[in-house]
């Protein structure tokens, strides 16, 4: 489907144009941008920025199914939404001023500039959009691997107002129905941890660590991997202790692994939201950004660092900032039941099945370095993860 784009971007660049290729298409009266490679494709909604659909083409499942059903054909979050000028609430004064939760990144229509195009082995796209009320310019190059289930984003944001300012940056992937379901299996490197929701002064006490959470009411200890009755607590925050993150969230009876990787540098909080209805999994929020608190501005202001990390960023008048990460599908055999590590090592991604190695401590350390190979892993050859 829509491989008539990767051809015409491939016949223009024959012509020496290729950077000119701009494509777009309508999906249930939504104007969208489909990246189709052999392997998987990529489908971008354009009113809110939300990549909406990451799928092999081989499996119909879309892990990134959230979010389509409370549309209307306005802007809207969906699947993978950006959280930018902020993450969670706003206050009463910014709401009456018209700025949502999450920010507006979502909540307005993005740009196609160039793309896609086939570009060495990769179909590459370009977008941006206007934040008003945030007075920001968010840039985004998204580059789809030709023949892998393998994607990298670059997000460039530049202030565009005449002062510095506090803000957040917050990637919200969201898995749901019928990828999610109560067998589905949440995997990071995460560590020390809290419950966002805990009272304020001090809402990291008590203290957690992945994937253990405590119920608000009982203190009753969770595990954050699963989701199989009520979703309390509906949000935990947790911290990395290594130079590169990851996540991945499999569904054995779907045969599908979906993960992300990213530098804890540039995101250094997990945010684990989950949504039940009915006993059942409606929604799971694999959020990693510059915050783990879901609070107002004022309040992250007062309450400054948790873990002596911070809870927001400064960008000054003009300054422009850039992040990345990448992400990834695997299909995995019936009997998998989670992911124990995951790396890059010699032009490969790993993503190692749980029970494959008994050091544990090294499938926490490691994702860009040495890895021996063991014979169940999952393997992808990819140069790097990043755009250079």
Known sequence: MMRVFLLMAA????LGSANLVVAE???KGRPVLILDGERAQLVIDLKGGSIASFHLNSHGVNPLEW???RADLGPSAMGHFLCLDRWASVSQAEAANGMPGHGEASAVEWRVLRGPESRDGFIEAEMTASLPLA????RRLIRLAVDRAFFAVREEVENTGKLGRIYNMVQHPTIGPPFLDETTVVDANARKGYMAYSPMPNPEKPTVFWPEA???ASGEEVDMRYLKDDDDPTNAGYSFDTEYAWITASTANK???IGYIWKTAEYPWLNIWRSSKEGKPIARGLEFGTTSLPLTPEALVAKGKIFDIPLFEFIDAGQTIAKDYAAFLFE???GYEGTEQVAHDDGRLIVRPRGTRSDRGRALDAVDGDIDRAD???VMEISGLFID
């Open 376 to 378: 169940a892993d999952l």
């Open 11 to 14: 016949f223009m660049a024959a």
């Open 214 to 216: 405590r119920k608000l």
């Open 135 to 138: 007075g920001f310019e968010v």
């Open 255 to 257: 045969g599908l692994l």
């Open 332 to 334: 995995v055999p019936s």
């Open 67 to 69: 979010g389509r059903e």
């Open 25 to 27: 298409t309508t999906v």
